[in-house]
């Protein structure tokens, strides 16, 4: 693992290192969800890192070459628990969950590494972690997490754009775009929509854009 300036992260002995990152934050539409991956600090792999910075296609590959080869674990967050705690509560306890969730398939403590938390340890309460500001381009296994996560969720909203047609969501994936912006005014707001968000909000203020649309009566 190459240095980082971090001397948290470069003055470890740890063997192995846990990479948690996430997708979804700013989405008006859809889950969040957040990755964790267990590798060996000194695994690498040509391709991996920021995600938002690879090619779809290529994105894919890496994605389904190491999904069933690397320990990792997702964790799903839902738009209706988004709503409930508040983005960032809900981040912080899907972070946690990931991680704690893979710290017993380590042979020894592992390092946790958080991607984009203000720089220092203990970002989410989890003992020996760390946050790291553009982790996914500088630690593998953070790369890789962030790689999984993107994937899994772009695939996610891709099939959600089939149960709620005329969104985009297969496009925007649920970000606020222009397109997405149209479509809220044309259709309303949807289930999978999170409705504490301000452009969400607003639009089920007025009369016949809310999700008891009868087009949106489903069981």
Known sequence: MRKTGNAF??????????????????????????????????????????????????????????????????VWVTPEKIDELGVYKALLGAHQTAILGLISQAKSTPLVIVDGFPQGTGPIGVPNAVGLPKADGLIPAVGLASIIAKVTRDRHMQK????????????????????????????????????????????????????????????
């Not at 297969?170 to 929509?193: F, Q, R, S, W």
């Open 9 to 74: 992260i470069d003055n470890s002995s740890a063997e192995w290192v846990i990479g948690s990152d996430e997708v979804g934050y700013g989405s008006w539409a859809g889950p969040l969800l957040v990755c964790a991956t267990l590798v060996h600090r000194n695994w690498t792999a040509v391709g991996v890192g920021d995600s938002k910075k690879i090619v779809e296609k290529e994105r894919s590959r890496i994605c389904d070459l190491f999904k069933s080869t690397t320990p990792h674990l997702l």
């Open 160 to 219: 959600e754009s089939q149960t709620y047609p005329g969104y985009g969501f297969g496009n925007h994936k649920g970000y606020g775009t222009p397109e997405h912006e149209m479509a809220l005014d044309k259709l309303g707001v949807c289930p999978i929509h999170r409705k504490s968000y301000a452009p969400v909000r607003k639009r089920l203020e007025t009369p016949g854009m809310g999700k008891d649309d009868p087009l949106f009566e489903i069981d």
